[in-house]
């Protein structure tokens, strides 16, 4: 069975540009969240999707967003990129809400902001 | 608010010793659960043991344990028998509304 898959792994861009990842949970997986871990702030809530709605969300600000399709494939938007935007960003999948059920993260996308 | 807070950035134990890693928490909710996870270097979060805030019975999972102070609002990992492979990154979380983490205890394994 093939596990939670992170697309792009790596990537640079500009202050100002924006960025979407992408997240392919397990197989029969309906809950997407997504994190970001930085060195400074540790691991940090952004979103969680099941069955395509927005569930939760973390103290981001407007420029994160996301969606989750009919799929379960889910994807994070950050607009008007800052400095600080740079770290790992994780997605997890579960097949429950969030700590209903176990998660299984990717490897992450890595992001550096120039 | 929640809160999760891992008071030992760093901790070091000898293979085939006994290690404890600290974990205290602040939540208004009454049902909530509790977890350890582990984040190997450049590898993958996995889960390595879970609690149901209502159960007073402490999880076990082969080398790994629990100890759940409800009343105390601690919940820290103990992992005994060291491997090699134990050293990693290991963040306590705590889901009542969103699921929020520590910043993690950095495990090293002496040989």
């Known amino acids: 069975k093939a596990g939670v898959t992170q697309t792009p792994r790596y990537l640079i861009k500009t202050r100002g540009q924006q960025v979407t990842l992408s997240c392919s949970p397990i197989s029969g997986h309906r809950s997407v969240s997504w994190y970001q871990q930085t060195p400074g702030q540790g691991l940090q809530f952004l979103f969680e999707y099941f069955s395509e709605t927005q569930r939760n969300k973390g103290n981001f600000p407007g420029r994160f967003s996301g969606r989750q399709f009919s799929n379960s494939r889910s994807e994070m938007n950050v607009s008007t990129l800052e400095l600080g935007d740079s770290a790992l960003y994780l997605c997890?999948?579960?097949?429950?809400?969030?700590?209903?059920?176990?998660?299984?993260f990717g490897e992450g996308s890595r992001l550096t902001v120039l | 608010a929640q809160t999760v807070t891992q008071s030992q950035p760093e901790m070091s134990v000898q293979e085939a010793e006994t290690v404890t890693l600290s974990c205290t928490y602040d939540?208004?909710?009454?049902?909530?659960?509790l977890f350890w996870y582990k984040q190997p270097p450049s590898r993958q979060m996995i889960l390595v043991i879970r609690?149901?805030?209502?159960?007073?019975q402490n999880a076990t999972e082969n080398r790994f344990s629990v100890n759940f102070q409800k009343a105390a609002k601690s919940f820290s990992l103990k992992i005994s028998d060291s491997q090699l492979g134990d050293a990693a990154m290991y963040f306590c979380a705590l889901k009542g509304g969103k699921l929020i983490f520590g910043q993690g205890t950095e495990l090293s394994v002496k040989p």
């Open positions: 939540t208004s909710e009454s049902d909530y659960y």
């Open positions: 609690q149901e805030a209502y159960k007073q």
């Open positions: 997890a999948s579960s097949t429950r809400l969030a700590g209903q059920g176990e998660l299984f």
